[in-house]
C-alpha cells in the first residue's frame, strides 16, 4: 500500500467543527428557553406575592371591622358603625346577622357575614362568621377570540 503524502482521513476536520458549533447552539437555546422560563415564573411570583400581600391586608382590615361590631353589638348601637349591612333579628333565637365587604383590589372584594348573639348561643359565643369568601367585583370581558371549525362565518 502505498500512501501519498497529501492524502486525508474519512473524518474531516471540517466536520468535527461543525459538530462543536452545534453543540454550541444547542447549549444557548437550552440557556435562553431556561432564562425565559425563569423570568416567566418571577413575574408570576411577584405577581402573586401582590395579590396576597391585598388579599391578607383586606383580611386584616375585615378583623378589625368585625371587632368593632362586635364591640357595638355588646353596646346595643350597631347603627354607628359604617358600611355593614343588618338583617332583622330571629325571634325565636335573637340572632343578628351582619353583612359587609372589604376591598382587596380593583377587581376583587372580601363579603363577611356574621351572625350576631347577645345570648351567646352560638357555637363561638356572641358572634359566629357564616361567610367569608373573596368574590370578583368586576365583569368579565373576552378580549380575544379563538376561531374553532371556522365559526366566525
Known amino acids: 500500500m502505498n500512501k501519498e503524502r497529501g492524502s486525508y482521513p474519512v473524518i474531516h476536520i471540517g466536520t468535527s467543527f461543525l459538530l462543536v458549533i452545534f453543540i454550541i447552539l444547542c447549549l444557548v ?3 435562553v428557553l431556561s432564562l425565559s422560563s425563569a423570568l416567566r415564573d418571577q413575574n408570576y411570583s411577584e405577581k402573586e406575592a ?3 400581600t391585598a388579599y391578607y391586608a383586606a383580611s386584616g382590615t375585615a378583623q378589625e371591622k ?12 350597631l347603627d354607628k358603625v359604617a358600611d355593614i349591612t ?4 330571629d325571634d325565636d333565637q335573637n340572632i343578628t346577622e351582619v353583612f359587609y365587604t ?3 383590589d ?8 356574621v351572625q350576631l348573639s347577645d345570648l351567646g348561643n352560638l357555637d363561638s359565643g356572641i358572634y359566629q362568621i357564616s361567610g367569608w369568601k373573596k368574590i370578583t367585583s368586576s365583569d368579565w ?3 380575544s377570540t379563538l376561531p374553532v ?3 366566525n362565518k
Open 141 to 143: 370581558n373576552a378580549s
Open 29 to 31: 437555546t437550552f440557556a
Open 50 to 52: 401582590v395579590r396576597t
Open 66 to 77: 368585625l371587632g368593632e361590631i362586635v364591640e357595638s353589638f355588646q353596646d346595643n348601637s
Open 102 to 104: 372589604v376591598p382587596v
Open 106 to 113: 380593583t377587581d376583587q372584594t372580601l363579603e363577611v357575614t
Open 86 to 89: 343588618v338583617t332583622a333579628d
Open 149 to 151: 371549525l371556522d365559526s
